[in-house]
T-cell receptor, first 115, second 108 residues
């Protein structure tokens, strides 16, 4: 079945530094990738949608300059949290699809802790 | 506001019993999906039902979709302790919109 690899699974970084999270589709071409954020005991919140080769579409309230998304190929999307602060600590999950009728495959998530 | 809304918010049942969770949504959809999330882990896709389907089965899972009522239900039969998790429905209208989830606890 379709597999999405997300890396790293957890990261601790100092306030003010940047962190990059990778999301790779291993056995299918992901025309669209999504990035979500989840706070404890809350539902997923869609942050942005990215299509290969084009700029990501950010949801209202999500800072584009803070959460940089790059989807340079059909198998790789990256989310960079720039100048991270403790309030950015959260669980970030990516998902990928090869088309709307194929369902979505999720990465295993990245737990980011900013100290 | 979120497209999908699950109820109940939490459900606790004995092992072996059936668990039913419901999901309502607001606009037209291409498909609806159910996911499971174990605490602190990523999401696992359970089942996808298309807008022209009314019922779908996968192992101990049974999903129904009523597009006239904009609702779906997920039934887990003969529950097991390993089914303890949060369950989310997600509707697709070119992107996933998530509900808040149902926390299911199976008591041994």
């Amino acid at each position: 079945g379709a597999v999405v690899s997300q890396h790293p699974s957890w990261v601790i970084c100092k306030s003010g530094t940047s962190v990059k999270i990778e999301c790779r589709s291993l056995d299918f071409q992901a025309t669209t990738m999504f990035w979500y954020r989840q706070f404890p005991k809350q539902s997923l919140m869609l942050m942005a949608t990215s299509n290969e080769g084009s700029k990501a579409t950010y949801e209202q309230g999500v800072e584009k300059d803070k959460f940089l998304i790059n989807h340079a190929s059909l198998t790789l999307s990256t989310l960079t949290v720039t100048s991270a602060h403790p309030e950015d600590s959260s669980f970030y999950i990516c998902s990928a699809t090869g088309g709307w009728d194929y369902g979505y495959t999720f990465g295993s998530g990245t737990r980011l802790t900013v100290v | 506001s979120q497209q999908g809304e699950e109820d109940p918010q939490a459900l606790s049942i004995q092992e072996g019993e059936n668990a039913t969770m419901n999901c309502s949504y607001k606009t037209s959809i291409n498909n609806l999906q159910w996911y499971r999330q174990n605490s602190g882990r990523g999401l696992v896709h359970l089942i996808l039902i298309r807008s022209n389907e009314r019922e779908k089965h996968s192992g101990r899972l049974r999903v129904t979709l009523d597009t006239s009522k904009k609702s779906s239900s997920l039934l887990i039969t003969a529950s097991r302790a390993a089914d303890t998790a949060s369950y989310f429905c997600a509707t697709d209208n070119y992107q996933l919109i998530w509900g808040a989830g149902t926390k299911l606890i199976i008591k041994p």
